[in-house]
Nanobody, 125 residues
Framework: VQLQACGGGLMQSGGSLRLSCAAA????????MGWFRQAPGTEREIVAVINWSSGSTYYADPVKGRFTISRDSAKNTVYLQMNALKPEDTAVYYCAADTRRRIGLPLTREYYNSWGQGTLVTVSS
């Protein structure tokens, strides 16, 4: 499945952005969708995950209470709403799909078999 992520940009601290990730080639049904991020010089880290079928979610501690992951089945799109942005949120954000995951929430990179190209989020102080 091809994933297309968009919605990044430059935002002041405290602002909001919404990232989108659309799939071409197949439905997300039966998948888990994740957002990861990678800041310069750091490892790619998980941000949030949603199980497409159940709607259950996971959030990494640094973003809990500020970010929301959601999906729109009609549009075959997953979103990451990012509020109260902080400079430490600055990173390239990637969406990813574990298309073999009917249940559960994969929390590490090796489970994901499709990746989007990344979209840059820059938060200024």
């Amino acid at each position: 499945v091809q994933l297309q992520a968009c919605g990044g940009g430059l935002m002041q601290s405290g602002g909001s952005l919404r990232l989108s990730c659309a799939a071409a080639g197949r439905s997300f049904s039966g998948s888990a969708m994740g957002w990861f991020r990678q800041a310069p010089g750091t490892e790619r880290e998980i941000v949030a995950v949603i199980n497409w079928s159940s709607g259950s979610t996971y959030y990494a501690d640094p973003v809990k209470g500020r970010f929301t992951i959601s999906r729109d089945s009609a549009k075959n799109t997953v979103y990451l709403q990012m509020n109260a942005l902080k400079p430490e949120d600055t990173a390239v954000y990637y969406c990813a799909a574990d298309t073999r995951r009917r249940i559960g929430l994969p929390l590490t990179r090796e489970y994901y078999n499709s990746w989007g190209q990344g979209t840059l989020v820059t938060v200024s102080s």
